[in-house]
């Protein structure tokens, strides 16, 4: 098939709507498919056209200011949304691939995908945000696409109310093969990686971590990643009574990743909101429990349920740093639970669930994608 993917960012962009789509395209193009990415270029050294292992990137429009617009309170250009939601109807029209695979950021692209093309739109719901505008959306995007398909099943129920058909959960994937687990006997320390954001609320693991140092705990903290809070995740680590026992490295390998899943007690992730990280993935794959906290928009909570992988806690210090307490009390079940459960997000299982949502069933080969689609959308 000829499958053209619609995201707002790709690599090297990261992120987790990034991570999920740069997987799920290398597994389709060792599959056999064809596999181009239309994405906004973020950054002035980006090629307008790349090849990345198979996959083809296009990028427009670029703007170096994207990310961060002249009125800060908007987030994203929206004059540069615009562009790409404009060029992505003319690259559809145009290029007729067999499925549309659109994340769903940055929103307005979706609206204006042709109605010719709209019968072979599948939408990818990563995560779902509260708010007038949000939940408007929300309710509208669905119904611009035969599909609907997300990165969680909450993600899904909360998006099942707006779409035609039957919402499918796609979560984020790993390559098992790639992660190890040490015994707990060889373990010390917890940890976060991901994005330094506001909204990943680091402050409040660093807080519950002194009361964990307070109370006797003997191993570190390591924070890491990068993003605009770094400088202000730094400054308070510092002033921490506990500093010397708070690891920043910044951005890690994948190599080092691994390294760091494989030997820490516990991944905590106190986010204000997310969808299913892909660290949780990968902390599972390792026989790394988790502890997240219970935020409305924080979708983290219900994968820990789901797998019984780990520990929702409210977000307070004091119960966060019990909830670490809990996993490493009960570590054995925990890590147990969690790698069982981690075989089932390989990128082969999810790629084929993929092929099995968009081909044609044996018993309909005459009809085309485009018209099993539409026989889909009527139900």
């Given at each position: 098939?000829?499958?053209?993917?619609?995201?707002e960012?790709?690599?090297?962009s990261?992120?987790?709507?990034?991570?999920?789509?740069?997987?799920?395209?290398?597994?389709?193009?060792?599959?056999?498919?064809?596999?181009?990415?239309?994405?906004?270029?973020?950054?002035s050294n980006?090629?307008?056209?790349?090849?990345?292992?198979?996959?083809?990137?296009?990028?427009?429009p670029?703007?170096?200011?994207?990310k961060?617009?002249?009125?800060?309170?908007?987030?994203?250009?929206?004059?540069?949304?615009?562009?790409?939601?404009?060029h992505?109807?003319r690259?559809a029209?145009e290029?007729?691939?067999?499925?549309?695979?659109?994340n769903?950021?940055?929103?307005?692209?979706?609206?204006?995908i042709?109605?010719?093309?709209?019968a072979?739109?599948?939408?990818h719901?990563?995560e779902?945000?509260?708010?007038?505008f949000y939940?408007?959306i929300?309710?509208l995007?669905?119904?611009f696409?035969?599909?609907?398909?997300?990165?969680s099943?909450?993600?899904?129920?909360?998006?099942?109310?707006?779409?035609v058909?039957p919402v499918?959960?796609?979560?984020?994937?790993?390559?098992?093969?790639?992660?190890?687990?040490?015994p707990?006997?060889?373990?010390?320390?917890i940890c976060?990686?991901?994005?330094?954001a506001?909204?990943?609320?680091?402050?409040?693991?660093?807080?519950?971590?002194?009361?964990?140092?307070?109370?006797?705990?003997?191993g570190s903290?390591?924070?890491?990643?990068?993003?605009?809070?770094?400088?202000d995740i730094?400054?308070?680590?510092?002033?921490?009574?506990?500093?010397?026992?708070?690891?920043?490295p910044?951005?890690?390998s994948?190599?080092?990743k691994?390294?760091?899943?494989s030997?820490?007690e516990?991944?905590?992730?106190?986010?204000?909101?997310?969808?299913?990280p892909r660290?949780?993935a990968?902390a599972m794959?390792?026989?790394?429990?988790v502890?997240?906290c219970?935020?409305?928009?924080?979708?983290?909570?219900e994968?820990?349920?789901?797998?019984?992988?780990?520990v929702?806690?409210?977000?307070?210090?004091d119960?966060?740093?019990?909830?670490?307490?809990?996993?490493?009390?009960?570590?054995?079940?925990?890590?147990?639970?969690?790698r069982s459960?981690?075989?089932?997000?390989?990128?082969?299982?999810?790629a084929?669930?993929?092929?099995?949502?968009?081909?044609?069933?044996?018993d309909d080969?005459?009809l085309?994608?485009?018209?099993?689609f539409?026989?889909?959308?009527?139900?």
């Amino acid at each position: 098939m000829r499958i053209g993917v619609f995201i707002e960012l790709f690599a090297p962009s990261v992120g987790g709507q990034e991570l999920f789509f740069e997987g799920l395209s290398r597994q389709l193009v060792k599959n056999g498919h064809t596999i181009d990415v239309h994405c906004i270029g973020h950054a002035s050294n980006l090629a307008t056209v790349e090849n990345m292992d198979g996959i083809t990137i296009f990028r427009h429009p670029i703007d170096v200011f994207y990310k961060s617009p002249r009125f800060k309170m908007m987030k994203r250009a929206w004059p540069t949304i615009i562009k790409y939601a404009l060029h992505i109807r003319r690259v559809a029209r145009e290029s007729n691939y067999d499925v549309l695979l659109l994340n769903q950021w940055p929103l307005l692209h979706a609206v204006t995908i042709p109605k010719s093309q709209r019968a072979k739109a599948v939408m990818h719901w990563c995560e779902i945000r509260t708010g007038l505008f949000y939940r408007t959306i929300q309710a509208l995007l669905p119904r611009f696409v035969a599909r609907n398909v997300a990165v969680s099943d909450a993600v899904g129920q909360a998006i099942q109310q707006f779409s035609v058909g039957p919402v499918h959960t796609l979560p984020s994937g790993i390559d098992i093969e790639l992660y190890r687990s040490l015994p707990r006997s060889r373990r010390s320390g917890i940890c976060y990686l991901g994005r330094m954001a506001s909204h990943k609320n680091v402050p409040l693991l660093i807080d519950a971590f002194e009361l964990l140092k307070d109370r006797g705990y003997i191993g570190s903290l390591t924070l890491a990643g990068d993003g605009p809070a770094f400088g202000d995740i730094r400054e308070r680590a510092k002033i921490s009574r506990y500093a010397s026992d708070i690891v920043l490295p910044g951005l890690v390998s994948d190599r080092e990743k691994i390294e760091l899943f494989s030997k820490s007690e516990a991944l905590v992730i106190s986010s204000l909101r997310e969808g299913f990280p892909r660290v949780v993935a990968e902390a599972m794959a390792s026989g790394l429990p988790v502890v997240t906290c219970d935020y409305e928009m924080n979708g983290t909570k219900e994968v820990v349920r789901l797998y019984d992988c780990g520990v929702v806690t409210l977000p307070a210090p004091d119960h966060l740093a019990q909830g670490v307490g809990d996993v490493i009390a009960r570590w054995d079940h925990y890590s147990g639970t969690g790698r069982s459960a981690a075989k089932g997000l390989a990128w082969t299982l999810i790629a084929d669930k993929f092929e099995q949502l968009v081909a044609p069933a044996p018993d309909d080969r005459p009809l085309s994608i485009s018209g099993r689609f539409r026989e889909a959308s009527a139900v």
